[in-house]
């Protein structure tokens, strides 16, 4: 409790947050509420036989003195809300109540007494009429998307969690998952496309699609974490962030788990075609750098031209290879994205069909101006200045299947694929270690692919007690594939520029997940009892081969060679005795495959319980986790012999989630998890990989532990409205065995490898989502998203120093913990008008200066530094088939700094494009 103290103290941010917070408190909360003098009906309508809440039931209330019809015998109504709760202020007396529902069957409820300055609560039971599986189907179904839903899901939950959805998404300027999940709170987005959630980075997170988990390879990175660049907005029902465990929820996650929700069933056809072209400032109709490329390259994939020729070798491999080294100037042209869904629901008797399918494509170009000046004890390493040309290219596809043969059974088949590739032509010149003026070119091009499978059935048994069986079937995979990357790297020699280094590399990754789970859910009374297996098999396989021209055979006679301009220095004529030589480059070659199987087991209870007329929910078990990770790795084609990590462990992790409901529109929630985090294949691989964007080694650390976390939260949360939220969370993390990313100085070049670390991570959210109207009736169609997050994390560490005399000094101290943004802010106002159609949102994003890498010292760690993101989104309605958006990104034009060293000198710079875009969509 006390690291929760010191969490909620000390900035003006924090202040301010807390001051909003209360008075938006204030606004919210009915003042009738804060009011003991007139008395109160509440109280909820359920199903009898499930005892499961029935939202939009309709609660009449009579007086009984009168006969039912005579003139004034009625004294209210009320509609129930999502959790089936209602609230009504009548006089006091004695009265009847009618219940109706088109669901249920009509129930009365006589002589109820309501006394003066009390409160009173009721609970009605409604009996299913024979038609009710069909009309709550229905309702369910049409309303997963919407903002309502989302608030109501997130209110009902028995574990904290915070969602957008995609009514809100249309709302925003975001084109992908990654720009979505920037607006929930306690969310930050690294390098556009990794997720870190509470201070804790992407390690710790765990992304779903559909239900089934999901992770997405990259050469340049190599890690699990999924890059949620991949998922087009368009295709997504709603995003979840599940923060606090639960025992039938995946155990290796502590920060979040982002579960994402792509498109729902229609309840009617509908077909829809959209276009959205984009200029962005500075890059559209600009000429751009672009590599020679191949002929499939619209396509995100490549033709093969970039492939390694055959089984050739040394010379005859230059030879053979296509001298694509030269970069071109060509005029870009104006972004744009195209997309069409279609979906259709069909009824056959008893027997339901659905389907919902969409297919995306995006190209754009883009250009970022960089500079690169790290420094070591305050001495710099090197400094260099340049641009990054780009062209990328985006296609996704989206086809799920519903199949329901009656009731009490539903099947469905979802299927996505996105394929995303990168031409990227990146050119600096600058100060290297060695000293000599220097000027480089890199010519990159990256295919990455995400695909993901799932069949799964839902069933409950009547005859069985209700009896609830919940299976899948999946397989997700993750291709990564960077072919015939070039790099090379020319010193000033007088006035001319002579061949230093080169290097020309092939690599893939790929990886595959197979696998299944069953869950059993039996009612009992108000409760779930619950149970359930769960096993995954993952495989990745990665290897990367290296060549570079070697100048050191030349003969006197071909020096000239070393000074040919760019695109003739590489001819295959310029290969061969007293010429350049073409050799492997060993310390850049290697392999690795890996290997993690996961076997779950899980018991619970959900056991909603009424004590002196409060609710109550408790939600809690117990999850055990089975898993071994191997991994197997081959350092260069001239050691062969194999290096084996191997993470072998069987892991309890307990949780509770315990809610108390005060009244019907709150809620305060306490939450306690264990959760694992274990090494990433690629951290344990001791293969290096030669990061040329960020000029670093990367290598992984076969002797990494896996990481136990214990969670603590506590939470208010209040709807004074359908979709309006307030919440406020204090939450706690203690982290053992933690992995962060670390760079370490050496004399060629920064080495980024992974460590262990203990420590705290303590902090507080708080949310508001809230209309206007309060302030004055002209402003109910302004809304108002806004939340705030602060972290504070204590990481220990020892540091050893040597004072004047000699003397060895060891001093334990703590730092921040790796990745982690000491405060993050998000703002949103939100005007809607139902009548003109017309909707426009003005966001801000913010985060605190954040720890991006562990340095040797303090004095060498570096930090992204503190930027502003605003965006502007216009929508409007032109008629029922037709719409127009328009959106403008990074308004401000904010660049991503990086610093090193106490006096924040520069590490890394890259400048941010605004971009402009009118999206047209037409319904048929």
Same mark, same amino acid.
């Given at each position: 409790?006390?690291?929760?103290?010191?969490?909620?103290?000390?900035?003006?941010?924090?202040?301010?947050?807390?001051?909003?917070?209360?008075?938006?408190?204030?606004?919210?909360?009915?003042?009738?509420?804060?009011?003991?003098?007139?008395?109160?009906?509440?109280?909820?309508?359920?199903?009898?036989?499930?005892?499961?809440?029935?939202?939009?039931?309709?609660?009449?209330?009579?007086?009984? *003195?009168?006969?039912?019809?005579?003139?004034?015998?009625?004294?209210?109504?009320?509609?129930?809300?999502?959790?089936?709760?209602?609230?009504?202020?009548?006089?006091?007396?004695?009265?009847?109540?009618?219940?109706?529902?088109?669901?249920?069957?009509?129930?009365?409820?006589?002589?109820?007494?309501?006394?003066?300055?009390?409160?009173?609560?009721?609970?009605?039971?409604?009996?299913?009429?024979?038609?009710?599986?069909?009309?709550?189907?229905?309702?369910?179904?049409?309303?997963?998307?919407?903002?309502?839903?989302?608030?109501?899901?997130?209110?009902?939950?028995?574990?904290?969690?915070?969602?957008?959805?995609?009514?809100?998404?249309?709302?925003?300027?975001?084109?992908?998952?990654? *720009?979505?999940?920037?607006?929930?709170?306690?969310?930050?987005?690294?390098?556009?496309?990794?997720?870190?959630?509470?201070?804790?980075?992407?390690?710790?997170?765990?992304?779903?699609?559909?239900?089934?988990?999901?992770?997405?390879?990259?050469?340049?990175?190599?890690?699990?974490?999924?890059?949620?660049?991949?998922?087009?907005?368009?295709?997504?029902?709603?995003?979840?962030?599940?923060?606090?465990?639960?025992?039938?929820?995946?155990?290796?996650?502590?920060?979040?788990?982002?579960?994402?929700?792509?498109?729902?069933?229609?309840?009617?056809?509908?077909?829809?075609?959209?276009?959205?072209?984009?200029?962005?400032?500075?890059?559209?109709?600009?000429?751009?750098?672009?590599?020679?490329?191949?002929?499939?390259?619209?396509?995100?994939?490549?033709?093969?031209?970039?492939?390694?020729?055959? *089984?050739?070798?040394?010379?005859?491999?230059?030879?053979?290879?296509?001298?694509?080294?030269?970069?071109?100037?060509?005029?870009?042209?104006?972004?744009?994205?195209?997309?069409?869904?279609?979906?259709?629901?069909?009824?056959?008797?008893?027997?339901?069909?659905?389907?919902?399918?969409?297919?995306?494509?995006?190209?754009?170009?883009?250009?970022?101006?960089?500079?690169?000046?790290?420094?070591?004890?305050?001495?710099?390493?090197?400094?260099?200045?340049?641009?990054?040309?780009?062209?990328?290219?985006?296609?996704?596809?989206?086809?799920?299947?519903?199949?329901?043969?009656?009731?009490?059974?539903?099947?469905?088949?979802?299927?996505?694929?996105?394929?995303?590739?990168?031409?990227?032509?990146?050119?600096?010149?600058?100060?290297?270690?060695?000293?000599?003026?220097?000027?480089?070119?890199?010519?990159?091009?990256?295919?990455?692919?995400?695909?993901?499978?799932?069949?799964?059935?839902?069933?409950?048994?009547?005859?069985?007690?209700?009896?609830?069986?919940?299976?899948?079937?999946?397989?997700?995979?993750?291709?990564?594939?960077?072919?015939?990357?070039?790099?090379?790297?020319?010193?000033?020699?007088?006035?001319?520029?002579?061949?230093?280094?080169?290097?020309?590399?092939?690599?893939?990754?790929?990886?595959?997940?197979?696998?299944?789970?069953?869950?059993?859910?039996?009612?009992?009374?108000?409760?779930?009892?619950?149970?359930?297996?769960?096993?995954?098999?993952?495989?990745?396989?990665?290897?990367?081969?290296?060549?570079?021209?070697?100048?050191?055979?030349?003969?006197?006679?071909?020096?000239?060679?070393?000074?040919?301009?760019?695109?003739?220095?590489?001819?295959?004529?310029?290969?061969?005795?007293?010429?350049?030589?073409?050799?492997?480059?060993?310390?850049?070659?290697?392999?690795?495959?890996?290997?993690?199987?996961?076997?779950?087991?899980?018991?619970?209870?959900?056991?909603?319980?009424?004590?002196?007329?409060?609710?109550?929910?408790?939600?809690?078990?117990?999850?055990?986790?089975?898993?071994?990770?191997?991994?197997?790795?081959?350092?260069?084609?001239?050691? @062969?012999?194999?290096?084996?990590?191997?993470?072998?462990?069987?892991?309890?992790?307990?949780?509770?989630?315990?809610?108390?409901?005060?009244?019907?529109?709150?809620?305060?929630?306490?939450?306690?998890?264990?959760?694992?985090?274990?090494?990433?294949?690629?951290?344990?691989?001791?293969?290096?990989?030669?990061?040329?964007?960020?000029?670093?080694?990367?290598?992984?650390?076969?002797?990494?532990?896996?990481?136990?976390?214990?969670?603590?939260?506590?939470?208010?949360?209040?709807? @004074?409205?359908?979709?309006?939220?307030?919440?406020?969370?204090?939450?706690?993390?203690?982290?053992?065995?933690?992995?962060?990313?670390?760079?370490?100085?050496?004399?060629?070049?920064?080495?980024?490898?992974?460590?262990?670390?203990?420590?705290?991570?303590?902090?507080?959210?708080?949310?508001?989502?809230?209309?206007?109207?309060?302030?004055?009736?002209?402003?109910?169609?302004?809304?108002?998203?806004?939340?705030?997050?602060?972290?504070?994390?204590?990481?220990?560490?020892?540091?050893?120093?040597?004072? @004047?005399?000699?003397?060895?000094?060891?001093?334990?101290?703590?730092?921040?913990?790796?990745?982690?943004?000491?405060?993050?802010?998000?703002?949103?106002?939100?005007?809607?008008?139902?009548?003109?159609?017309?909707?426009?949102?003005?966001?801000?994003?913010?985060?605190?200066?954040?720890?991006?890498?562990?340095?040797?010292?303090?004095?060498?760690?570096?930090?992204?530094?503190?930027?502003?993101?605003?965006?502007?989104?216009?929508?409007?309605?032109?008629?029922?088939?037709?719409?127009?958006?328009?959106?403008?990104?990074?308004?401000?034009?904010?660049?991503?700094?990086?610093?090193?060293?106490?006096?924040?000198?520069?590490?890394?710079?890259?400048?941010?494009?605004?971009?402009?875009?009118?999206?047209?969509?037409?319904?048929?």
């Amino acid at each position: 409790m006390k690291s929760f103290l010191s969490a909620l103290g000390g900035r003006t941010r924090a202040g301010l947050a807390s001051s909003i917070a209360l008075l938006a408190l204030s606004t919210i909360v009915p003042a009738d509420a804060w009011s003991a003098a007139r008395p109160v009906l509440t109280g909820r309508v359920i199903d009898a036989e499930t005892g499961k809440p029935i939202p939009y039931a309709s609660v009449a209330l009579f007086r009984e *003195d009168r006969p039912e019809g005579a003139p004034g015998s009625a004294a209210g109504g009320v509609v129930s809300g999502e959790d089936g709760s209602f609230r009504m202020q009548p006089a006091a007396g004695f009265y009847r109540a009618i219940v109706t529902h088109v669901a249920y069957q009509t129930a009365r409820v006589e002589h109820i007494e309501i006394r003066e300055s009390q409160t009173t609560n009721v609970e009605f039971k409604l009996a299913a009429s024979e038609f009710k599986m069909k009309a709550v189907e229905v309702a369910g179904e049409q309303a997963k998307s919407t903002e309502v839903s989302v608030v109501a899901r997130q209110k009902e939950a028995s574990v904290v969690s915070d969602g957008v959805s995609a009514e809100l998404i249309k709302k925003t300027p975001d084109a992908n998952a990654a *720009d979505v999940l920037r607006r929930v709170s306690g969310l930050s987005v690294v390098d556009d496309k990794y997720v870190h959630i509470r201070g804790v980075t992407d390690r710790y997170n765990v992304a779903t699609m559909d239900g089934v988990k999901v992770s997405s390879t990259d050469t340049d990175t190599d890690k699990r974490s999924f890059t949620f660049d991949l998922v087009p907005g368009s295709l997504l029902s709603s995003t979840v962030v599940v923060k606090t465990a639960a025992p039938d929820l995946p155990g290796d996650f502590s920060g979040g788990l982002v579960q994402v929700n792509t498109l729902d069933f229609p309840s009617n056809r509908i077909l829809k075609l959209s276009f959205s072209p984009t200029y962005t400032e500075g890059v559209s109709t600009r000429e751009l750098l672009r590599s020679e490329g191949s002929s499939t390259d619209w396509r995100a994939t490549d033709d093969g031209s970039r492939e390694i020729p055959g *089984d050739a070798t040394g010379d005859d491999l230059a030879r053979a290879l296509p001298n694509t080294w030269g970069a071109r100037a060509k005029k870009s042209s104006i972004n744009g994205s195209y997309g069409i869904s279609y979906g259709d629901r069909l009824s056959l008797g008893r027997h339901k069909f659905g389907i919902i399918s969409s297919l995306n494509y995006k190209q754009s170009y883009g250009r970022t101006e960089f500079k690169q000046e790290p420094t070591f004890m305050g001495y710099p390493v090197f400094t260099f200045d340049g641009t990054r040309s780009s062209y990328s290219v985006l296609g996704a596809g989206l086809l799920n299947l519903a199949y329901s043969p009656g009731r009490g059974h539903d099947f469905s088949l979802r299927n996505s694929l996105v394929r995303n590739a990168k031409d990227q032509v990146s050119v600096s010149e600058g100060l290297p270690a060695s000293g000599e003026w220097a000027r480089r070119q890199t010519i990159s091009w990256d295919e990455r692919t995400l695909y993901s499978t799932q069949l799964a059935g839902t069933h409950e048994l009547r005859a069985f007690h209700r009896l609830g069986i919940d299976w899948k079937l999946f397989r997700s995979g993750s291709d990564a594939y960077e072919p015939d990357r070039k790099h090379v790297e020319f010193e000033r020699t007088g006035d001319l520029w002579a061949l230093k280094e080169n290097y020309r590399t092939w690599s893939s990754l790929g990886e595959t997940t197979r696998g299944a789970s069953a869950d059993i859910r039996l009612p009992f009374g108000l409760s779930d009892l619950k149970a359930g297996v769960f096993t995954e098999t993952r495989k990745r396989d990665y290897e990367i081969d290296a060549y570079a021209t070697d100048p050191s055979y030349l003969s006197s006679s071909n020096y000239g060679l070393l000074v040919l301009p760019l695109d003739s220095i590489f001819l295959p004529e310029n290969y061969g005795p007293g010429k350049f030589r073409f050799v492997p480059l060993v310390r850049f070659t290697g392999e690795y495959d890996g290997k993690e199987e996961i076997r779950a087991y899980y018991g619970m209870i959900d056991h909603p319980f009424t004590l002196a007329w409060m609710r109550f929910n408790a939600a809690g078990g117990l999850r055990v986790e089975r898993s071994v990770l191997a991994v197997n790795t081959i350092q260069a084609i001239d050691d @062969p012999i194999p290096i084996t990590a191997r993470d072998e462990k069987t892991e309890t992790l307990p949780s509770l989630n315990f809610t108390y409901m005060p009244t019907t529109w709150g809620n305060l929630r306490l939450a306690y998890g264990r959760s694992v985090n274990r090494p990433e294949l690629r951290e344990m691989a001791n293969v290096l990989y030669y990061d040329f964007e960020r000029e670093q080694n990367v290598i992984g650390n076969p002797d990494l532990k896996h990481a136990l976390i214990e969670n603590y939260d506590l939470r208010f949360e209040a709807f @004074p409205g359908d979709d309006q939220v307030l919440a406020f969370s204090v939450f706690h993390k203690h982290l053992h065995n933690a992995i962060e990313e670390q760079l370490l100085p050496s004399p060629e070049r920064f080495v980024r490898t992974w460590f262990n670390s203990d420590g705290n991570n303590d902090g507080w959210e708080a949310e508001i989502r809230k209309t206007l109207g309060f302030i004055h009736p002209r402003l109910s169609n302004f809304t108002l998203m806004t939340n705030y997050t602060q972290v504070r994390s204590a990481i220990a560490y020892t540091e050893k120093s040597t004072d @004047p005399q000699g003397n060895r000094i060891v001093r334990e101290k703590t730092r921040p913990m790796q990745g982690q943004a000491p405060w993050t802010q998000n703002l949103s106002l939100l005007y809607t008008s139902q009548r003109s159609g017309t909707s426009v949102n003005l966001l801000l994003n913010r985060a605190g200066r954040r720890l991006d890498a562990v340095g040797d010292t303090r004095d060498t760690d570096v930090y992204e530094e503190t930027r502003n993101v605003v965006d502007l989104s216009l929508s409007q309605r032109l008629s029922d088939r037709l719409d127009l958006k328009f959106t403008a990104k990074n308004v401000v034009g904010a660049d991503k700094v990086l610093t090193v060293g106490p006096e924040k000198s520069t590490f890394m710079r890259d400048s941010s494009d605004k971009a402009y875009s009118l999206s047209i969509g037409v319904s048929i």
